[in-house]
Antibody
């Protein structure tokens, strides 16, 4: 059974870089049927798709975040990563690792999420 | 970006009654070539990630109780829960996958009256 587990620091200072990992188990990140991505949710608020990546490295990002965002995969480690630079308090959120079919962006598989707070 | 507006923001329904949640899209999310509506519904319980309930506007995921149903086309969609049960208390979101960026409605909080 597929499991997605996010990890990373729970606190990041303003203007610094937020870096998260998602460990994929029970499935291969090189499965050519799927893309992998990130969704975030500010505490008590709604959901925001951030971006997705195919194991080959092909990415697509939310345009408003594109200049600060990098999503990558480490296929030997079966991991997905997110890097968001120049963070502000507005980036405080629960970050979820997700998997979706390549053609249709329907989020069937989710990690448990990790809360990242941006504060000095 | 396609904006999805859900209504109401919250509702309270008695056990065993029906709950109806609406989702209106700022543009049609019906793909003309395949006549499919690119909308999904999710359920999120406190402290948990969202769970996919319905895709393609009306196709229930495996294991989702049949009291959950989706309907609608074009710009107007509805999630209906018939015979509300206590475990249905959650926030419900619609999501469009018609075009990037893939957006969600603001959520509807469902409570027991």
């Amino acid at each position: 059974q597929l499991q997605l587990q996010e990890s990373g620091p729970g606190l990041v200072k303003p203007s610094e870089t937020l870096s998260l990992l998602c460990n994929v188990s029970g499935g291969s990140i090189t499965d050519n049927a799927y893309y992998w991505g990130w969704i975030r949710q500010p505490p008590g608020k709604g959901l925001e798709w951030i971006g997705s990546i195919y194991y080959s490295g092909s990415t697509y990002y939310k345009p408003s975040l594109k200049s600060r965002l990098t999503i990558s995969v480490d296929t030997p480690k079966n991991q997905l990563s997110l890097r968001l630079t120049s963070v502000t308090a507005a980036d405080t959120a629960i970050y979820y690792c997700v998997r979706h079919p390549g053609k249709w962006i329907i989020f069937k598989s989710w990690g448990q999420g990790i809360l990242v707070s941006v504060s000095s | 970006d396609i904006v999805l507006t859900q209504s109401p923001d919250s509702l309270a329904v008695s056990l065993g009654e029906w709950a109806t949640i609406n989702c209106k899209s700022s543009q049609s999310i019906l793909y003309s070539s395949n006549r499919k509506n690119y909308v999904a519904w999710y359920q999120q319980k406190p402290g948990r990630p969202p769970k996919l309930l319905i895709s393609w506007a009306s196709s229930r995921e495996s294991g989702v109780p049949d009291r959950f149903s989706g309907s609608g086309s074009g710009t107007d969609f509805t999630l209906t829960i018939s015979g509300l049960q206590a475990e249905d208390v959650a926030v419900y979101y619609c999501q469009q996958y018609y075009s990037a960026p893939y957006t969600f409605g603001q959520g509807t909080k469902l409570e027991i009256k």
